[in-house]
């Protein structure tokens, strides 16, 4: 089962979506695909910087149907094991960033691979990574 990295939710709003990527979305179970809390806060934060106008109307409804409603019940909140886990990371790994940090430490709570085209950003020990981009 993955945990889709924030860069991997956004990649299916793109306009031209990365073929390998594309190929390894679409042949998986959309029920072993989830998305970390921390993402959504991440994306609706990105949102919420745009300026009123068309392409913030386009993401806010991409966002309400595949993030809010697509992934209703696959979404892993950063909980105590989490939070736990990455307190343990900030402490290994003091220049890694909070939110990928967090993001690892849900993963690693909830035994997902994460699945990421940033892998230099979650170097993190025993954290299972996955690049479906790389060729």
């Not at 409603?69 to 343990?88: H, M, N, Q, Y």
């Not at 230099?120 to 299972?128: A, E, I, V």
Request: proline share 4%; net charge neutral; hydrophobic share 45%.
């Amino acid at each position: 089962m993955f945990l889709l990295d924030t860069c991997a939710i956004s990649e299916g709003n793109k306009p031209v979506v990365d073929a390998a990527f594309d190929a390894w979305f679409a042949a998986r179970d959309q029920n072993q695909l989830f998305i970390s809390a921390i993402s959504v806060g991440e994306i609706r934060y990105g949102l919420d910087l745009l300026p009123q106008g068309k392409k913030r109307t386009a993401l806010e409804r991409w966002f309400d149907e595949t993030v809010m409603i697509g992934f209703a019940s696959r979404v892993v909140p950063f909980e105590l094991k989490a939070a736990l886990c990455w307190g343990d990371l900030r402490s290994r790994y003091s220049g890694a960033k909070m939110l990928d940090a967090q993001i690892a430490a849900t993963a690693l709570a909830s035994g997902l691979t994460l699945v990421t085209r940033n892998v230099k950003d979650f170097p993190f020990r025993d954290l299972q990574v996955l690049n479906p981009w790389q060729r």
